[in-house]
């Protein structure tokens, strides 16, 4: 069974920052792509940042403005992303996902999901 379990969340000032967490388990992911999305209250959910497992290819959305960085650790079976220079908009619930194939911004190209952990970024 795969599972995804995100942390790091929490509470923090613009301008600071923070480091989430994606540990996946259950299956190989090396023909995966892990990806990280987020939602705002009343917002859609939008990608943020994914990486090719094998490759370490890496992909940002347009807002991240070199704020955001996703890496992994293959030997945890971990997914990172470093967040800073924090925004207030930057608030939301952040979800780490894999899938292959598709489109790696479109949340419908992601199989598994975990459940989510929060950030907030005051002002």
């Known amino acids: 069974q795969v599972q995804l379990v995100e942390s790091g969340g929490g509470l923090v000032q613009a301008g600071g920052s923070l480091r989430l967490s994606c540990a996946a388990s259950?299956?190989?992911?090396?023909?995966?792509?892990l990806g990280w999305f987020r939602q705002a209250p009343g917002k859609e959910r939008e990608f943020v940042a994914a990486?090719?497992?094998?490759?370490?290819?890496?992909y940002y959305a347009d807002f991240v403005e070199g704020r955001f960085t996703i890496s992994r650790d293959g030997v945890k079976n971990t997914v990172y992303l470093q967040m800073n220079s924090l925004k207030p908009e930057d608030t939301a619930v952040y979800y780490c996902?894999?899938?292959?194939?598709?489109?790696?911004?479109?949340?419908?190209?992601?199989?598994?999901w975990g459940q989510g952990t929060q950030v907030t970024v005051s002002s």
């Open positions: 259950g299956r190989t992911f090396s023909n995966y792509r």
């Open positions: 996902a894999a899938g292959r194939g598709g489109t790696y911004s479109s949340h419908l190209s992601y199989d598994y």
């Open positions: 990486l090719n497992w094998i490759i370490s290819s890496t």
